[in-house]
């Protein structure tokens, strides 16, 4: 028996990166898990692959945007319906979607689409499954933060910040609003990690990248998807079962407070 045996799951932006790696996890312990992304080729191909390692009975997918209320409730719909309930929900889809760094360049589109999909997208996917988790009387939810909530970077936006701090903030009070159902809410806030082919390449290509990630981490490596993915299984199982409200540091010690 898995850590997660008889858990079923939503993963969201869980094509590929750091979402694949969660999505695979929970598996790996014995979840079934809806994937879910935007991309619908990746999607597509990812649950194919997991399916396979991991058989179809487990695996399905949903395509569409967390930023869309109808697409949240249906993606929580298709998981209850294909699954028979929802117990995990892991609010992952977000990303500075290719938006300036520089902060007078930032539209207010930019703006928009940065909250929109991180922020908006764990209310909203967040708020369905708890209507659905109301009723089990139990569910942990696990929203997505970022070391970025609590440290400056050159490397992020003040939008990507300000998402990624008000996840944190949301994270806490909704845990104290659905603690009496039996929900757990908790995030994790990652610092540098390798995810995605890009972000391999550059490391792979530029020493210099490399050694700028690694001078500011207290560990020899950078991280990679299945440290943060660990750390959903152990919010997801029953081991935190005393532990809500919290926002879990995975960020090799680049930040600690």
């Known amino acids: 028996m898995g850590r997660l045996a ?5 993963v969201t932006g869980s094509a590929g990166g750091i979402g694949y790696g969660i999505a695979h996890a929970f598996l790996q312990e014995g979840a079934k898990v809806c994937l879910n992304d935007v991309n619908e080729t990746l999607l597509i191909q990812s649950a194919e692959t997991l399916a396979n390692e991991f058989g179809y009975e487990n695996v399905t997918y ?4 967390v930023s869309s209320t109808g697409d949240a409730c249906s993606l929580v719909e298709h998981t209850v319906k294909t699954f028979g309930g929802l117990t ?3 609010n992952n ?3 500075a979607f290719g938006t300036p760094l520089q902060f007078e360049q930032l539209t207010e589109e930019d703006w928009d689409r940065v909250l929109g999909v991180n922020l908006k997208g764990t209310f909203l996917v967040s708020q369905a499954a708890v209507n659905v988790m109301k009723g089990n009387k139990r569910g942990s939810i696990i929203n997505m933060s970022s070391v970025t ?3 400056g970077m050159k490397t992020v936006n003040v939008a990507y910040a300000a998402a990624k701090g008000g996840i944190a903030s949301f994270t806490r009070k909704l845990a104290y609003d659905v603690g009496q159902y039996g929900i757990r809410v908790n995030a994790v806030a990652p610092g540098s990690i390798i995810s995605g082919e890009k972000i391999k390449k550059l490391h792979s290509d530029n020493a210099e990248a490399v050694k700028r990630f690694r001078d500011e981490l207290l560990v020899n490596f950078v991280g990679e998807p299945i440290d943060v993915a660990n750390a959903a299984v152990f919010l997801a199982s029953n081991e935190s079962r005393y532990i809500t409200g919290e926002v879990m540091e995975i960020n090799g010690g680049v930040y600690m407070g």
Not at 62 to 65: C, I, N, V
Request: hydrophobic share 45%.
């Open 88 to 90: 995990v929900a892991v």
């Open 6 to 10: 008889g858990e079923i799951a939503v």
């Open 93 to 95: 889809a977000g990303g």
């Open 149 to 151: 909530a609590k440290k």
């Open 62 to 65: 949903y395509k569409g945007s």
